[in-house]
């Protein structure tokens, strides 16, 4: 291992693109998009019953390899550009205010759907850039159209209650169940809807992208209710650090046997890698299977 401390108890393994522990026997298996491309590259080691994966990232090989300009435009093969076709700008009204956002899919028909909450200092046009962070919301996006889902990426203008009840009125303006995935400072929105009563019933799960670590997630009624979660991190974070987000995840997993909690961490990430690197598919079918 290159950077991370060693897990006592872990498996090590090299070079595995899925992971199977983590699977549960009842698995649904999404038409997956490019995964060869967008698999993890190698898993260090997986430990705590499969539950907590370390993997191998490596600056050069995915930035300045996968970039033509790196940070800024992914490579031609790791984008497809037709669910530009399925793909709008949209504007919600809720709370005496429109909630720019972009959208890819049609969220009134679909079976399941993603909402992303970007962080401080950004809006809609994070999650709909099919270029920066290595293609991999343009992944997110095929991948949600190709298997009759919806993708929601709003422009949020605080991380208050103003904030968490314009994600609210979105979730609940849809039928769908629905993947609440925050990152950085966005997973403030994520903690304070996992107390919401209106809002738990319709969550099929939550992802939480580099975020901010909050304790009290673990007691909220999302967990109470045995909602599907999971964190991805950089090891070398140094907004959060991971071993703090590590805290929460184990207490969500003391909070049932077998909680279906799942940690990934990127060995040497920074910061910005959760939303270059997560695979959303295996993401997607872990928290779906549950």
């Given amino acids: 291992m290159r950077g991370v401390l ?41 430990s705590e019953a499969g539950s907590f994966i370390v993997v191998d990232y490596d600056k050069m090989r995915d930035i300045h390899r996968r970039d033509v300009e790196p ?6 093969n790791y984008v497809s550009l ?3 076709k399925q793909s709008r700008l949209a504007l919600h009204e809720a709370n005496g205010r429109a909630i720019e956002t972009g959208v890819s899919g049609d969220y009134a028909r679909a079976r399941f759907a993603v909402i992303f909450v970007h962080g ?46 314009d994600i609210k009125e979105l979730i609940l303006a849809g039928r769908a169940p629905v993947v609440l995935a925050c990152a950085s400072m966005g997973t403030i929105i994520c903690s304070k809807l996992a107390n919401d009563p209106a809002v738990v019933p319709r969550l099929a799960g939550m ?16 967990i109470k ?50 939303m270059r690197m997560t695979d959303w598919k295996q993401t997607l079918e872990f928290l779906l299977s549950r």
């Fill in 71 to 76: 940070e800024r435009r992914v490579r031609s």
């Fill in 6 to 46: 060693a897990v006592p108890g872990a498996i090590s393994l090299v070079l595995v693109a899925h992971i199977s522990a983590a699977a549960p026997a009842h698995a649904l298996e999404l038409k997956g998009h490019k995964d060869r491309l967008f698999a993890y590259p190698g898993i260090l080691s997986v």
């Fill in 207 to 222: 992802v939480l992208l580099g975020g901010a670590p909050d304790m009290g997630i673990a007691k909220s009624a999302a």
């Fill in 225 to 274: 209710a045995k909602m599907p979660i999971v964190f991805t991190h950089g090891s070398l974070d140094t907004v959060y650090a991971w071993q703090d987000q590590k805290s929460v995840f184990d207490s969500v997993r003391r909070a049932a046997k077998e909680y279906p909690a799942q940690f990934v961490l990127f060995d040497t990430g920074s910061h910005g890698t959760p």
């Fill in 82 to 84: 037709g669910v530009k």
């Fill in 120 to 165: 401080r200092g950004g809006d809609q046009r994070l999650g709909m850039n099919d270029y920066t962070f290595g293609g991999n919301f343009n992944r997110l996006k095929n991948l949600m159209v190709l298997n009759g889902g919806a993708y929601l990426s709003p422009t949020i203008e605080s991380f208050d209650d103003a904030g968490a009840n």
